[in-house]
């Protein structure tokens, strides 16, 4: 103990004139700084983190007010088993909400106090909830799943789903509910999808009750991201929000060396950090959430595929240096990246009564309940509620989310993208046969807040490993990147885990810190996991 304290002490004497600058303001980069105080000595003042937006977080957002309804643009899945990182990081930080307690410990007693047991995970169009319990397989279904599972990542490099799998694959009741849970695409990237079937083979074997889905109190951004900040507010963290980063400028040479962090901030006034020997750049080079858009009840939110901002960031720095990464696999096509994200709002708690007796789950204990025959592929979660700590008494909320925007909808005969709030509860209560009660539960909105992201999906698209740099790129001397758009092996994308690991990962590797980033659990190679999923293939 005597020699980590005195190795501490010179680790604090070694970086406590640096400065650390991180670029965009969501959960890694606010992981990192607690790292860099917490592990690596860093005086607070001397980090620096600089987002585009007015508010921290990122993608793990939840706003909005009693009088105008509530949002949420999406929600990432917690898992007990495989955060390891995150939840080592929330063992760090002090609850707001119960005395003496972890965000950690907080977040699972309240999982472990409301376990999720959908009993209405697959809905068809006349209403009739689905038996899941087989999977739907054929022999070739599992025989090609079984061989992705065992194929070298270096084959998988730009394919997508629909390229390995026959058609009776995607009408299997494994392929819905995998697809709706996860936000995959026949599109998206076999590689990745075999990094979730590895990742996740816990979640084989109870998809079909979503029982590994571990909640939260609040929506996430209440949950972890406000705890967070709160933690770090004590440390004097200079916050720099509605500045944008737009470009990154390098000592001339073979290293990979940031001289200069160039900015526009929000009056339009350009300027420059620059950086001495020693300062520490971590980026986030690509967000999900990037040009989002709200509309509400009356107006549809807007689509805007224009270049996204990280894109625009990424793109003008990984000319200057190999080994950068290459951003237009993710941000070329924004079509076959978007989804439609919706938030209703009622003043009591009609509509919500109705879902809770059709699909005997409480709010908060059924997870995912998908439309299999929706032109949108919509689907809806009832969160417990409240679900925001502002919500009154009287007030619930749910949440749900199209995965197929721009096909016209069985009820609304319109695309999903050029659908109002009003327009997309219209359709919701037709696919649950509520229309006796449409009146009624319209007469009890306060909002429903459609969201429109255009990259919501990127990190999915087909890739070539080489297209994601590493945490650290070779070479780099102070520059590391943290985002859903980085390589680590075994790891997967879309998840809080995978920002966490790489900001562990960025700044124990760029100061040397001899600490172990926590890694992957093996649950792909758990001898009783693998025999629970060989028979949820044969069901």
Known sequence: MVLLNKTFKIMNENNKNKQAYFVGGGLGSLAGALYLIED????????????????LGGSNDGSGTKQDGFVCRGGRMLNEETYENLWELLSRIP??????????????????????????????????????HSMGFDNRDRLRLLKLMRMDEKELENRTIKEWFDDHFFTTNFWYMWQTTFAFQKWSSLLELK???NRMIREFSRIETLAGVTRTPYNQYESIILPI??????????????????????????????????????????GSFVLKKGDLCMVTNGCITDNANLGNYHTPARY???????????????????GL???????????????YSFTATFKDNKMLKLIEDFSNNKPGSGALMSFVDSSWLMSIVVSAQPHFAAQLEDTTILWGYGLYPDKIGDYIKKPMIDCTG??????????????????????TVINVIPV?????????????KSDRPLVVPKGSTNLAFHSQFVEIADDMVFTEEYSVRAAKIAVYTLLGIDRKVIPVTPHNKNLAVLLKAVYTAFR
């Open 422 to 443: 009003e327009e997309i509860l219209t359709e919701l209560i037709h696919h649950l046969h509520f229309e006796a009660y449409e009146t009624e539960i319209k007469d």
């Open 452 to 464: 429109m992201m255009p990259y919501v999906d990127a990190l999915f698209q087909p890739r070539a």
């Open 95 to 132: 609850s707001l909400n119960v005395p003496h307690i972890s965000v950690k410990d907080e977040v699972l007693a309240f999982d472990h106090a409301n376990p999720t047991h959908a009993n209405a995970r697959l809905i068809n169009k006349v209403g009739k909830i689905l038996d899941v």
């Open 40 to 55: 690596a000595g860093f005086k607070g003042e001397n980090i620096h983190i600089i987002e585009a937006l007015p508010i």
């Open 304 to 322: 805007l595929p224009n270049e996204p901002v990280s894109g625009v960031l990424w793109s003008n720095i990984s000319r200057k240096k190999p």
């Open 325 to 339: 990464g290459n951003p237009a696999p993710f941000f070329g096509k924004p079509d076959e990246t978007k989804w």
């Open 229 to 270: 900040k709160k933690h770090l507010e004590q440390f004097n963290i200079d916050y720099l929000l509605r500045c944008t980063v737009t470009d990154l400028d390098f000592i001339p040479g073979d290293a990979i060396t940031v001289s200069a962090i160039r900015y526009t901030a929000a009056e339009g006034n350009s």
């Open 195 to 197: 990094r979730y079937m």
